[in-house]
């Protein structure tokens, strides 16, 4: 059974910075489309960030822009998610996925194009 298994999320003050880490078991990550999405309560869940591998072309939500950053190591074959200045509207369950191609810019926004998820981590952003 493939397992995404993410890690790194807590409980920060508005300003500081935490890496997610996504690594899957019976999967690799080649030739695939790899994303982050979240979900705050009561909201919709929303995209984050993907990244196509093994390109490694990226592209962002626009509420991230500038402020996260999407990587993967292919050696290790994780994905991670580098956030920086985080802000309490960036609290939400951050779930890791991946397709089960490569999928265009515009597919890959959308959580239906994605096979295999996560069980999601908590990133909580205190004002």
């Known amino acids: 059974q493939v397992q995404l298994v993410e890690s790194g999320g807590g409980l920060v003050q508005a300003g500081a910075s935490l890496r997610l880490s996504c690594a899957p078991s019976r999967l690799t990550f080649n030739s695939r489309t790899l994303a982050w999405f979240r979900q705050a309560q009561g909201k919709e869940r929303e995209f984050v960030a993907g990244?196509?591998?093994?390109?490694?072309?990226?592209n962002y939500g626009n509420s991230v822009k500038g402020r996260f950053t999407i990587s993967r190591d292919a050696a290790k074959n994780t994905l991670y998610l580098q956030m920086n200045n985080l802000e309490p509207d960036d609290t939400a369950v951050y779930y890791c996925?991946?397709?089960?191609?490569?999928?265009?810019?515009?597919?890959?926004?959308?959580?239906?194009?994605?096979?295999?998820w996560g069980q999601g981590t908590q990133v909580t952003v205190s004002s």
């Open positions: 990244i196509t591998w093994p390109s490694g072309g990226t």
């Open positions: 996925a991946a397709a089960n191609r490569r999928l265009g810019a515009d597919e890959s926004i959308r959580s239906g194009q994605y096979y295999f």
